[in-house]
């Protein structure tokens, strides 16, 4: 789970994901109220985790000849994985450091 780099609270699960939906880059922290950003390497890592599902998808549903119904379930079945997920790929940082 992420830290704050301020106060070192430890977010939990819900928290990051709730924080992560807010508008904005930064994400403010519920312990001290000071804003965090994510790291440059954990956007990277959730950016590769957003690539995977629509290719999954549209690979089983190509391999496979699966009907609608079907490519729903597996959409569902990954949407839920990546959202259990996405809380322990969070990193945390008090800058907001460029992409690239």
């Known amino acids: 789970m992420p830290h704050c780099e301020n106060c070192k ?3 939990s699960w819900g928290t990051t994901l709730r924080k992560s939906f807010t508008l904005g880059e930064g994400m403010e922290c ?3 109220g000071k804003t965090q ?3 440059k390497k954990s956007r990277q890592r959730m950016g590769i985790a957003n690539f995977f599902p ?3 998808l549209l690979g089983s549903a190509w391999l496979f ?3 609608i119904v079907s490519v729903l379930a597996v959409a569902l079945f990954l949407f ?3 959202m259990l997920t996405y809380p322990q790929m969070t990193e945390l940082t008090n800058e907001n450091e460029p992409m690239w």
């Open 54 to 56: 629509p290719v999954i």
């Open 30 to 32: 519920p312990e001290c």
């Open 80 to 82: 839920a994985i990546f």
């Open 9 to 11: 609270n430890e977010w």
């Open 37 to 39: 950003y994510m790291t």
């Open 65 to 67: 000849d699966l009907n």
